[in-house]
């Protein structure tokens, strides 16, 4: 990683605690954790809820299918020209993912097969985890597979301990992955079906 990425990103956590939730960008391990377990064969769409600096978009396209369809959903402006710069290719909407399904209709996809998520959810209010979990499902389709991240500090607040609550309302099934020590701060990878 480089340190202006390094630096970038503190800044944004700095400025924006509750949009950005970590000190530094995810490591590859992580990125391994989360992209591993999609079963990639099955994949026609997928979107990716808060790529930040990009840590799990450059695993992700090494991984698309051919003809594929691949959208990320970042809100914050200064991740943005990053990511444009970084991955030129990348079909990028600065925009909430409580929009997903109007960026989905912009982009010719009714539903997809996997989300990869990067959202800080334990530095949501009960509200915007709602709305963030019913725009999924407006898009995700059956037996999609969803996949996000919590860091363990999160695990010991109460939204936290809510968000995991909830993931078992919205989804079939839900596994949790050991923990990624190797990432600052350490994670668990939430593994969901719907």
């Not at 509750?18 to 960008?25: D, L, M």
């Not at 999924?136 to 968000?163: E, I």
């Amino acid at each position: 990683m480089a340190w202006r990425e390094q630096r970038d990103f503190l800044l944004q956590f700095l400025f924006r605690p509750t949009g950005v939730g970590a000190i530094a960008p995810s490591s590859r391990h992580l990125a391994r954790a989360m992209v591993d377990w999609i079963d990639w064969a099955e994949v026609a769409g997928v979107i990716e809820y808060g790529p930040g600096t990009g840590a799990f978009t450059a695993d992700i396209l090494a991984r698309l299918p051919a003809g594929a369809k691949f959208v990320a959903l970042e809100i914050n402006p200064t991740f943005c020209e990053a990511l444009q710069r970084r991955f030129p290719e990348l079909r990028l909407h600065q925009r909430s993912v409580r929009e997903v399904p109007q960026v989905c209709q912009l982009e010719g996809i009714a539903q997809v097969d996997a989300v990869l998520c990067g959202l800080p959810w334990a530095a949501f209010s009960h509200r915007d985890q709602v709305d963030y979990l019913d725009a999924l499902f407006r898009v995700l389709k059956p037996g999609g597979q969803f996949v996000t991240f919590a860091y363990l500090q999160g695990l010991l607040l109460p939204a936290g301990r809510r968000f995991r609550r909830r993931l078992d309302e919205y989804f079939s099934t839900v596994e949790s992955s050991r923990t990624v020590w190797r990432n600052l701060p350490p994670a668990i990878v939430y593994r969901c079906r719907r």
